[in-house]
C-alpha cells in the first residue's frame, strides 16, 4: 500500500509542471450563519459534515478517489468555527471534486502510526461576492482510505 503512494507521488511531481485551472468556483452566502451563537454553529458545522458522510470522490487534477469519512467531529468542535467555514463545509463534495493539488506532506511526529502524510490541495470559493482561497488536507492512511480537514485562508494586512 505504501509503494503504491509513493509512486503517486513521483506521478504528481511531474505533471506538477501542466497548468491546472479550476472549473468549477462555487458561490456561498454567509448570511444564515452569522446569526447562530457560536454552539449553534458548530452544531451546523456536524449536520453539514454529516450530510457529505459517505460520498467518494474522485478529484479532477490528481485522479485520486477520496473518500469522505470522519472528521467532522474534529471539524466542527476541535477547530476554529466561524460562518466563512460553515459556508465552505456546504459545498465541500464541490471543492473537493475541482480543488488543484499542492504538495504532500510528511505525516507529524505526532500523528498516529497509520498516517502515510498529507495531501494539501487549494480551492477557490466565492463566499459573500469576494474569492476565497480555501486549504483542504486529504490525510493519506495506510488502510487506503483518506479524509479531510478545511480551512479558509484568511489573510492580514499589517496594522489590522
Request: aromatic share 12%; hydrophobic share 35%; with cysteine.
Amino acid at each position: 500500500m505504501l509503494q503504491m503512494f509513493v509512486g503517486l507521488w513521483e506521478i504528481l511531481e511531474q505533471d506538477m509542471e501542466k497548468k491546472y485551472v479550476q472549473k468549477v468556483i462555487p458561490r456561498v452566502s454567509t448570511e444564515r450563519f452569522k446569526i447562530l451563537t457560536p454552539y449553534e454553529l458548530r452544531k451546523e458545522i456536524h449536520r453539514l459534515c454529516d450530510l457529505c458522510q459517505g460520498k467518494d470522490i474522485r478529484n479532477e487534477h490528481i485522479g485520486i478517489t477520496i473518500q469522505v469519512r470522519g472528521y467532522r467531529r474534529k471539524t466542527a468542535y476541535g477547530e476554529a468555527a466561524y460562518s466563512k467555514k460553515a459556508a465552505v463545509v456546504e459545498c465541500l463534495p464541490l471543492l473537493l471534486k475541482h480543488a488543484q493539488y499542492n504538495n504532500f506532506g510528511a505525516p507529524k511526529t505526532t500523528d498516529a502510526a497509520n498516517i502515510i502524510g498529507y495531501y494539501n490541495f487549494k480551492a477557490y470559493v466565492i463566499i459573500d461576492g469576494k474569492k476565497e482561497c480555501v486549504r483542504l488536507a486529504v490525510i493519506a492512511r495506510k488502510d487506503g482510505s483518506f479524509y479531510y480537514n478545511v480551512e479558509v485562508n484568511t489573510s492580514y494586512k499589517k496594522g489590522q
